[in-house]
């Protein structure tokens, strides 16, 4: 990967904002956006995040962060991670494991993701990123599901089925590939945000929905696996992190544009 986004600042949400946590994490991403050229700010419910510029923005109490913060940023991408509490998709516990739930973490990512998905921001949800963004936008979840999650230590795969027509299946060029896969929850289609539409579902497991995108944004995707993880995928997975860049690309141009006409106009 050529860095060809250099101009590019980009938020990655995570759950602590400390430099081990970040390392051991969240590595993979900042690994993913470096190789672009891509600046990457860390989110997180529990440090500052430090802009470029110098501008920094606080968490509140609740762990979120003003949704200013947007303005400053050309995309989002909510990345992997525990589970969500029930409780925001006005559910019980039934699957979902208490010792990785964290409310911080929740409250700052449903916040963003609805504040992101109100001015069309693009938004990249990952594993917990894609659950987390569906519960944003008024979706479910599946608590618990059995043989989607990778043994400690290693990796396991299975091939996702695209749906044709969709704006995922341009993207990525094909019918079907291989994913790695890391979740116990997910969604099958009864659980999908009305604003949603599924663009890859599990095979064998065909109720289970693996990636959706919105109709009516204009980069709004959530993969069940890991694409960060390029080092052990396939080319759809890189062609899916150009594809999201090119818009925060656009995005950051149209804004541009819309600037220099204010100016002129002043």
């Known amino acids: 990967m050529e860095p060809q986004h250099a101009d590019l600042i980009i938020g990655v949400t995570t759950r602590h904002g400390s430099s081990a946590w970040v390392s051991k994490n969240t590595q993979n991403y900042l690994n993913t956006l470096n190789n672009f050229g891509v600046t990457a700010i860390i989110l997180a419910p529990d440090t500052p995040a430090h802009l470029p510029h110098g501008m920094i923005f606080q968490p ?100 996702v089925i695209v749906t044709p027509q969709t704006r995922f299946h341009q993207i990525v060029g094909e019918e079907a590939f291989a994913v790695n896969t890391f979740h116990h929850q997910g969604m099958d289609r009864a659980s999908i945000a009305p604003i949603f539409t599924p663009s890859a579902i599990a095979s064998p497991d065909n109720w289970l929905v693996e990636a959706y995108e919105s109709p009516t944004h204009d980069w709004v995707v959530g993969v069940q ?24 690309t656009d995005r950051r141009q149209g804004r541009s544009a819309n600037h220099r006409a204010t100016a002129l106009q002043a």
């Open 60 to 159: 509140d109490s609740l762990g979120r962060l003003n949704a200013n913060i947007l303005d400053h940023l050309d995309g989002l991408i909510l990345s992997g991670g525990g589970d969500v509490d029930p409780k925001y998709f006005g559910a019980e516990l039934q699957g979902a494991e208490v010792e990785s739930i964290d409310n911080g973490r929740d409250e700052l990512e449903i916040a963003l993701a609805q504040a992101a998905l109100a001015i069309d921001m693009p938004i990249f949800g990952i594993c917990r990123g894609c659950q987390v963004l569906n519960v944003a936008a008024g979706g479910g979840m599946i608590q618990h599901l059995d043989g989607h999650r990778s043994p400690k230590g290693s990796t396991a795969y299975h091939d």
């Open 225 to 248: 696996w890991h694409p960060e993880r390029t080092f052990e995928l396939s080319d759809p997975h890189v062609r899916l992190w150009q594809s999201f860049l090119a818009a925060c």
